[in-house]
């Protein structure tokens, strides 16, 4: 759906909500002497003479009055009405024929009248008719909601091509025909009016408690499942999920929940957990999630997620394989948690107790990638205000597609040189360090000026007064590898396109860091909550 939320539904009228053919369009332009390929508003607006426009129009409006005396409702007119009246959408019409024939024509509806509309505008308003996008921008502001939660139901190219232009979601009504060629670009095309209920509810909200089963059983009928290994698949009714391991070695677990970040929620729900999995030497193979979602929430929003998971997941070779999806007023904003499971050979699994004095540690790309791409892309407006230059804003939303860590671990753990991986996540890379470092049982050295830093990253930070080693960081893997290897990995990484850095070194077996700028001691930071919890407003419990 091109948009997620659906708060008004404008209709077409004849051959939309009335069925087609009461107005008998080659005989009127017969009479009026029209070309069959010209619509007759225009051919009477550019009629030269004022005499004949006002004969021609009194001509076409007595054609309306008899047309809407003779119509009738179209199939399941009454019915879509009744439903979208029910769920408080509210309803206009849009039309080129004479408000007093609309009138008419809905006294011919059983139950429905023209009050069950909250705006009629014809070709009487003083806005251009169709195709113009005008009426369309006007029913909006009346109607009290944005452009892109309008729908536009019509039967004719006219309509598609006026709400498209608006902004709106639109869907073309063929009446079981083949007449005319529907319209390319409409976002949906349907045979009769009853087929436009489920398109209306992908948009409107969810009452709390477990995802619908009908809208459930028909997004993942479009999933294919090809994973042999999975042997008991996702569906209704199904609380489980089952999958071979027989010619696994060793499986690695990992859980961590997404709820930060609102925007392609799920690329970093599978990333994340996905990263964790490859700083062990493991292949990331089948994610359960649980998606919560907060009250007032629409299916098309849930799908939207939904499908990021599935097309993440694919990218990866990933098998999505279960879970569960709720709407509840436990949480304010769209929460998803992953569970993911890896595999490894016994004697490839990376264990960070292997690192030794000597070690090199390397850095790939640079400090705070995710937290980089999630402010530009929560708090661009924002950034923009304090004199940020937009390309640079757009660069750092761009980050997204490079906090994946899982190309470099792959080449980091096939080297057999590797002591030890961490991904840089919550608390950046001054926590991250630190947690290496306890993890290895080993004190560890650090290199301050060698610690790559966007530009893009150090302005964000500098105009929202934050640091950027307190940054939340996945995108950045921190690498333990035996000296004598190191310029080969770094090659090696460097080849596969990833920027890769010398940032310290592993020292004796105890706890702590020592950090080092340009040769002189210096003070490694310390954050008791990760930088960008203070831009969401929340505490050092998480809480607002």
């Known amino acids: 759906m091109k948009h997620t939320s659906i708060k008004a539904v404008l209709f077409d009228f004849d051959g939309t909500l009335t069925r087609p053919g009461a107005i008998k369009f080659p005989i009127i332009k017969e009479r009026l002497g029209c070309p069959s390929d010209r619509p007759v508003l225009e051919f009477i607006r550019e009629m030269p003479d004022p005499e004949d426009r006002r004969s021609a129009h009194a001509a076409l409006e007595q054609?309306?009055?008899?047309?809407?005396?003779?119509?009738?409702?179209?199939?399941?007119?009454?019915?879509?009405?009744?439903?979208?009246?029910?769920?408080?959408?509210?309803?206009?019409?849009?039309?080129?024929?004479?408000?007093?024939?609309?009138?008419?024509?809905?006294?011919?509806?059983?139950?429905?009248?023209?009050?069950?509309?909250?705006?009629?505008?014809?070709?009487?308003?003083?806005?251009?008719?169709?195709?113009?996008?005008?009426?369309?921008?006007l029913a909006a502001q009346e109607l009290g909601v944005e452009a892109g939660e309008l729908m536009v139901v019509g039967d004719f190219g006219f309509d598609i091509e006026a709400g498209n232009q608006a902004g709106a979601t639109t869907v073309f009504l063929t009446n079981g025909t083949d007449d005319q060629p529907p319209p390319p670009d409409a976002d949906y095309r349907i045979s009769d009016l009853s087929q436009l209920r489920d398109i209306v509810r992908l948009g409107l909200p969810l009452p709390a408690g477990k995802f619908p089963n009908d809208l459930l059983r028909k997004f993942l009928d479009g999933f294919e499942f090809k994973d042999p290994s999975v042997i008991v698949n996702p569906g209704i009714g199904e609380d489980t999920a089952a999958v071979s391991v027989r010619d696994e070695e060793v499986i690695v677990l990992k859980s961590d929940p997404i709820t930060f970040a609102t925007d392609a929620i799920g690329q970093y729900a599978v990333l994340i957990n996905a990263n964790d999995i490859a700083t062990a030497g493991a292949t990331p193979r089948w994610l359960l999630t649980t998606l919560l979602f907060p009250c007032g929430t629409t299916p098309a929003e849930a799908f939207q997620v939904m499908n990021d998971?599935?097309?993440?997941?694919?990218?990866?070779?990933?098998?999505?394989?279960?879970?569960?999806?709720?709407?509840?007023?436990?949480?304010?904003?769209?929460?998803?948690?992953?569970?993911?499971?890896?595999?490894?050979?016994?004697?490839?699994?990376?264990?960070?107790?292997?690192?030794?004095?000597?070690?090199?540690?390397?850095?790939?790309?640079?400090?705070?990638?995710?937290?980089?791409?999630?402010?530009?892309r929560e708090f661009g407006e924002r950034l923009a205000s304090l004199g940020m230059a937009e390309s640079e804003i757009a660069h750092c939303r761009q980050l997204l597609s490079q906090i994946s860590i899982l190309d470099e671990a792959r080449i980091a753990a096939q080297s057999g040189a590797v002591s030890a991986m961490h991904d840089v996540t919550e608390g950046g890379l001054a926590s991250a360090f630190r947690e290496l470092g306890v993890a290895g049982g080993h004190r560890l050295r650090v290199h301050m000026e060698n610690i790559p830093v966007f530009p893009q990253t150090r302005t964000m930070c500098e105009l929202l007064e934050l640091h950027p080693l307190g940054l939340i960081g996945s995108g950045s893997l921190l690498i333990c590898c035996r000296e004598a290897?190191?310029?080969?990995?770094?090659?090696?990484?460097?080849?596969?396109?990833?920027?890769?850095?010398?940032?310290?070194?592993?020292?004796?077996?105890?706890?702590?860091?020592?950090?080092?700028?340009?040769?002189?001691?210096?003070?490694?930071?310390?954050?008791?909550?990760?930088?960008?919890?203070?831009?969401?407003?929340?505490?050092?419990?998480?809480?607002?």
């Open 309 to 376: 998971l599935e097309q993440v997941c694919r990218r990866w070779h990933i098998t999505l394989c279960g879970g569960h999806t709720e709407i509840t007023d436990a949480v304010t904003r769209t929460v998803v948690s992953g569970m993911l499971t890896g595999v490894v050979p016994r004697d490839g699994l990376i264990d960070k107790r292997n690192m030794r004095p000597g070690d090199k540690i390397l850095m790939t790309k640079g400090v705070a990638v995710e937290g980089t791409t999630i402010i530009a």
């Open 485 to 544: 290897h190191c310029k080969q990995l770094i090659a090696d990484i460097f080849r596969a396109g990833v920027q890769v850095t010398y940032i310290g070194e592993v020292l004796e077996a105890g706890e702590g860091i020592e950090a080092l700028r340009e040769g002189q001691p210096a003070e490694w930071p310390e954050f008791e909550v990760d930088e960008i919890a203070r831009l969401f407003g929340t505490d050092a419990e998480g809480c607002p």
């Open 63 to 137: 054609f309306e009055a008899d047309a809407a005396i003779a119509s009738r409702p179209n199939a399941g007119a009454v019915e879509i009405i009744t439903y979208l009246r029910s769920k408080g959408v509210r309803l206009g019409i849009l039309t080129r024929n004479l408000e007093a024939s609309v009138a008419r024509a809905l006294e011919n509806f059983n139950g429905v009248s023209a009050a069950d509309f909250e705006l009629i505008l014809s070709r009487e308003a003083p806005i251009a008719p169709k195709p113009s996008p005008a009426g369309v921008l």
